[in-house]
């Protein structure tokens, strides 16, 4: 039984690879940008957090997604963490392709006209720009949880989410770089993956380790 989360920016390949991990392994495959959230989970930000727990604690399972803080469950309970790392020009490039086809296939849930904004947030993200006001809540919050791996607790990871307000939704990294130093207390279980060649390492050892 393996637990693997997926963390990336858009058009990193998170859902491709955690689709290819769950078929080679058989296991539940979770994007949580799409979380269809049962009634008694709560609401808000402690509603995805108890829903955090609740899957974190299941045997196995493939989940994936951009967010911090708020999927400490998942990052703790994981026996890979995998990191997906690549270019800004493939990312837009990536992103750009999958919005047209979706969209030619009337599948597409996001409208043109916020592709923009979209692409110039994702920018910033690959190439670690942000005011002075995000850089300093970012060295804030590694200067005091940097360090320390503890079992998460819900009403600690609400405060969390309280206190660090970045740019963007709740919990979401706004650089790249904040996401390497943010996983770096885990760096027991971290895998990045940048090529091809890395995926295939990824699923070889998946492989070993499910046997």
């Known amino acids: 039984m393996v637990k693997v989360h997926i ?4 058009g990193s390949g998170k859902t491709t690879l955690g689709q290819m991990i769950a078929a080679q392994l058989h296991i539940r495959h979770q994007d949580l940008d799409w979380i269809d959230l049962a009634p008694g989970h709560g609401e808000g930000e402690e509603a995805y957090i ?3 727990f609740e899957l974190a604690e299941q045997p196995d399972w493939v989940t994936e997604n951009i967010g911090l803080m708020w999927t400490d469950p998942f990052l703790y309970r994981a026996d890979y963490i995998v990191l997906m790392e690549i270019s800004w020009p493939v990312a837009a490039w990536r992103i750009i392709r999958r919005h047209i086809s979706k969209s030619l ?3 597409n849930p996001y409208p043109t006209r916020l592709l923009y904004s979209f692409l110039k947030g994702t920018r910033q ?3 670690n720009q942000v005011t002075a006001d995000t ?3 970012m060295c804030a919050y590694l200067e005091e949880h940097g360090n320390h791996v503890e079992p998460p607790d ?3 990871l609400l405060n969390r989410l309280a206190t660090y307000r970045m740019d963007g939704p709740p919990g979401a ?3 790249a770089e904040f996401t390497r130093r943010y996983l770096a207390k885990y760096k027991e279980k971290v895998f990045v993956v940048r090529n091809n060649a890395d995926r295939e390492h990824l699923l070889e050892l998946l492989a070993k380790d499910s046997k």
């Open 173 to 175: 990294p706004p650089t």
């Open 105 to 107: 296939r009337d599948i």
């Open 125 to 127: 993200y690959y190439l």
């Open 135 to 137: 850089a300093a809540t």
């Open 7 to 10: 963390i990336g920016g858009p």
């Open 50 to 52: 108890n829903y955090a």
């Open 154 to 156: 819900t009403n600690i």
